[in-house]
């Protein structure tokens, strides 16, 4: 059996620490939806936060045999990474921007997997329309508000042509 190392970065800075790793590596250990959102994302970057989800990534290393070191950098200032967006793992059947992840993100789903969850997002908005007062929107929008009714329809416009543009499954 061939050893696995991985060398990486934890960043440390008066207030806490964060390890570098590839979103990839988190994908391969199974551990992508592990992650809070107290760890930081930025592209395919992954900075995991030391208190919240190191233990996870070191457990997940060490049952795949995979050998880690971490090399330490100070930071005497405020770490950059405490300035980067929260971790978020994309959901492999999530329509959260009205349908478009499917277009960019989830070649492994086939086109029925796509067509039904596009369908069960669209019977969840025009539940939102029939029930407005369950706060039963499925998504706020990017401010945390719920959707006007008009913003609502849009949205089951265009998932209505995503379902289309998919060939009507």
Known sequence: MREQHLTTTYHV????GFVYVDMDL????GIDDKISAQSKREGE????????DLNTLTDALTANNIIYT???RVHYTRCFIHDLPSYQVEKKAA?????????????RLTLQQKADAIKHTIERWENSL???????????????KPYSK?????????LTEDLESLGGQ
């Open 13 to 16: 800075d008066e207030n806490s």
């Open 26 to 29: 988190l994908k391969q250990l």
């Open 45 to 52: 970057k992954v900075y995991l936060d030391e208190g919240a």
């Open 70 to 72: 971490f090399n330490e």
């Open 95 to 107: 329509i959260y921007s009205r349908g478009r992840f499917f277009k960019k993100s989830s070649k």
């Open 130 to 144: 029939l029930y407005p007062n369950t706060s039963a929107q499925p998504y706020p929008t990017p401010q945390g």
């Open 150 to 158: 008009a913003g609502v329809k849009k949205i089951i416009k265009e």
